[in-house]
């Protein structure tokens, strides 16, 4: 069974199954590109080249009907259709996306807005307070839509405000838990399953990050010696699928 494919971190299009890193290609930003895997159990180590910066001081994000502008110096090329959101601070739910842009300016770029999940782990209600505990890095004030809960189905198509987002540095997204108002008789679930959809629709506020090129991205697989022959050379990822790969090591591991 698929295990983080689709926490906080990881890509839509990406899995670990098994020892392999699954990446199949969204062919509406790497029309090009090719399913991969990689076998991360035989890895050596891993080298990377730095991210080409397109935008390097954004200024405010906003999302309205389906739509994400991100406003602020670039200097994007024409034929690029993909970008790698990092850095906000406000709008951390974007952190780590991929995301098809098009028609970039030196002002702005657009993307279609990507679906924003997390899957529920467990569920508590103790005094009309909402606890769900998931892998997300979402922002208080924006809301949530609940689906698929198997035990706590009570919340399956209820929409929540949420008030507070909890820190576990001891998990790799950062996050561990949100909670929201909820009025109903105390409630506790561990072992959920479930999907909770972050509302991003009308969001826009002022912030602070990066835009990088994941196109440009280069990666080198090194497998230990006594598997390949030293003198071959180290597997190549190129483009999106090494700027996926890198953020989702960087998101099981970091």
Request: proline content about 5%; glycine content about 6%; charged content about 10%.
């Amino acid at each position: 069974m698929p295990v983080n494919a689709y926490e906080s971190g990881f890509q839509s299009n990406t899995t670990i199954h098994a020892a392999f890193w699954i990446y199949k290609p969204d062919f509406s930003y790497d029309p090009k590109g090719k399913e991969q895997m990689v076998n991360v159990n035989l890895l050596q180590y891993v080298e990377a080249d730095q991210p080409t910066i397109r935008m390097p001081a954004i200024s405010s994000i906003s999302i309205s009907g389906g739509v994400l502008t991100i406003v602020g110096q670039n200097n994007f090329q024409k034929n690029m259709n993909a970008a790698l959101i990092n850095g906000l601070q406000n709008a951390t739910f974007l952190n780590g996306l991929i995301v098809p842009i098009s028609n970039p300016t030196q002002t702005q770029i657009t993307a279609v807005m990507p679906v924003i999940k997390a899957d529920i782990a467990s569920v508590e209600i103790i005094s009309n307070v909402l606890t769900i505990t998931a892998r997300q890095q979402w922002v208080p004030g924006m809301t949530v839509t609940f689906s698929g809960l198997v035990n706590a189905t009570f919340l399956n198509g209820q929409t929540v405000t949420i008030t507070s987002v909890s820190r576990n540095f001891s998990d790799p997204s950062g996050y561990g838990s949100f909670t929201a108002n909820f009025t109903y008789a105390d409630y506790t679930f561990e072992n959920e399953i479930g999907t909770a959809i972050l509302n991003t629709n009308g969001y826009s506020n002022t912030d602070s990050g990066v835009v990088y090129d994941p196109a440009s991205r280069k990666v080198w697989l090194f497998y230990a010696e006594s598997n390949v022959s030293t003198s071959q050379h180290p597997r190549e990822l190129n483009g999106i699928a090494a700027q996926a790969f890198i953020t989702d090591m960087e998101a099981l591991f970091g």
